[in-house]
């Protein structure tokens, strides 16, 4: 399928005219055509089509389509449905009223394309640059971030709805591809076992013994794909059902397949796959939550007098916060919105991180750096790290006891931490030890180089200035940004398989709600004035009283 740009043509005169005295005040759709000229043209996508090939439909309107979805939380036929029947859709994409739309099916084959190579990124990386060509977004203001839990679009499975399901889904791919490699293989019983989707009750009967069965069967039908393909390489379920099999089972001393046990090791649930239709989708527990599935990671403007746009979403494998921060900025490098001050929770901070954003982005990253977990900390008592004075410049360290100990480690096995060892000569006899150090041993303090140390100390003062803290507390407002991606506009929920797919909702959702907020906004010259404050709001106002504005 080739590219046929049909950029720079305008609304039809008989739409234009229908929308307009149908929606006097506009809809987001129209904001969308009169604002923006539309998100996208169709020569941005040129590279992503051949050259050659039978003409397809215009992907900037697609990509358009697929954004108003996400926006009113439609499935791919009711945004046809729309295309077709709505005038604002129609005028949106630059369409005759009379013009018949397409088949819902252009819009997965659309999502398609989007998923691979990291097209999603370069659709907000558009959306955004449009943005800023139309004034609507800036670089170096203030930007924040947090993330969400996304359930899977699959249900959770016990261990042998597990096996018997990856070894379904692996009979299907063969049926499709090819059926012969099943004669001899599939029997009644198989037909039994696997004609249908796998739903067991709570307590099945002879788990075990069907466990073991489902497992031998997985075995035979891997030795028979591949002795049917030898050194080919398995399709996806085939390929999920041996990685399943690698998990769960494994060969006995006597040269037996059978269950893994607690004793023979089990996959962390880090590396487990959790449904063979979704691979990538992982089990979390954190705290008193769990869930099987991804992180999402969103950042947005917050500068003050603005509306906040998102500038950045990222759709992961569950794993600490901070892993997605250089990722992060490296997008926003690119796509020329980084800000002077991030701010984030917990979660994102380290002080190597909050060193290489300064040096590498010239990004302030506003966030508490957890304190140390030494005992004296969590008991509030006794000498921490911080009571001990380092001088770098002499390479001693002084106690609060004032005790100089220059025993000064730059150890490879601790790096990048220093090591300083006091005397046992001056720890022993001292009267505050048991506030210092619990062991036998004399006090040890570990601290970072010099650099990372001083802005650790510098993060942890921060925190105590009031300042900082009216700062931080600008942070929380993306909560509720978070709460309208995932509830308002459904992404709570995966739609789709795998992480590239998820990530294509989680983009589409993000320059949805981008649009939404940047329409609702009045024109400077709008005629629409603020509610009057009520009679007793009026009072308070005029004997000087302070209200509540919001």
Known sequence: MSLRPRSGEQVPSATARVAR????????????????????????????????????????????????????????????????????????????????????SVLSDFRDRLAQDGRADALLDLALARLKEAGLVKARGRQ????TYLRAAVRELTRLELVLEAV???????????????????????????????????QPSHPAARLK???????????????????????????????????????????????RAEKDGLPPTGRR??????????????????????????????????VNVITDVATTVPTNDSTALPGIHTRLKRRRLLPAQHLVDGGYTSVALLDTAARTHRVTMVGPVKSGNSWQRKKDTGFAREDFT???????????????????????????YTVVRFNPAHCDPCPVRSSCTSGKAPRTVNFLPRRLHELQ?????????????????????????????????RMRRC????????????????????????????????????????????????????????
């Open 457 to 489: 100390t510098q993060n942890r003062a921060d925190q105590q200035d009031p300042q900082w803290q009216r700062l931080y507390a600008s942070r929380s407002g993306i909560e509720s940004t978070m709460n309208e991606l995932a509830n308002g506009h």
């Open 213 to 259: 069965q489902a497992g031998a069967d997985a075995a035979e039908l891997l030795d028979r794909i591949r002795s049917h393909r030898p050194g080919a390489a398995a399709g996806p379920p085939a390929e999920t059902l041996r990685q399943i099999m690698v998990q769960h089972f494994l060969v006995d001393a006597r040269g037996k397949l059978r269950p």
């Open 168 to 202: 379904r889904a692996a009979l299907e791919e063969c049926a499709r591809a090819a059926p012969e490699l099943l004669d001899g293989l599939v029997t009644e019983d198989w037909a039994l076992r696997y004609g249908r989707q796998v739903r067991l009750v709570s």
């Open 273 to 306: 796959i959790e449904s063979p239709y979704d691979p990538e989708a992982r089990y979390v527990r954190r705290g008193h939550r769990t869930w099987t599935g991804y992180l999402a990671h969103a950042t947005e403007t917050c500068d003050e007098g603005s």
């Open 390 to 416: 380092i001088d770098f410049e002499n390479r001693t360290v002084t106690c609060p006891n004032g005790r100089i100990s220059g025993n000064w480690h730059e150890l490879p096995a601790m790096a990048p």
């Open 21 to 104: 005295a149908s929606n006097p005040r506009g809809t987001t759709a129209m904001w969308v055509r009169d604002r923006l000229d539309g998100l996208w043209h169709d020569e941005d996508f040129d590279a992503w089509y051949p050259r050659d090939g039978r003409p397809g439909l215009s992907p900037a309107q697609l990509a358009t389509v697929s954004v108003l979805q996400f926006l009113l939380n439609l499935s791919d036929r009711q945004a046809a449905e729309a295309v077709r029947c709505r005038i604002d859709f129609k005028y949106a994409l630059a369409l005759d009223l009379d013009d018949p739309g397409f088949h819902h």
């Open 495 to 550: 739609r789709y398989h795998g992480v590239a797919k998820a990530h294509v909702q989680h983009v589409l959702t993000a320059i949805a709600v981008n649009i939404e907020r940047l329409s609702t906004q009045e024109p400077e010259d709008s005629a629409y004035r603020p509610r009057p404050p009520t009679a007793f709001q009026q009072y308070l106002d005029d004997h000087e009283l302070p209200r509540p504005r919001w």
């Open 144 to 147: 924040r971030t947090d993330s």
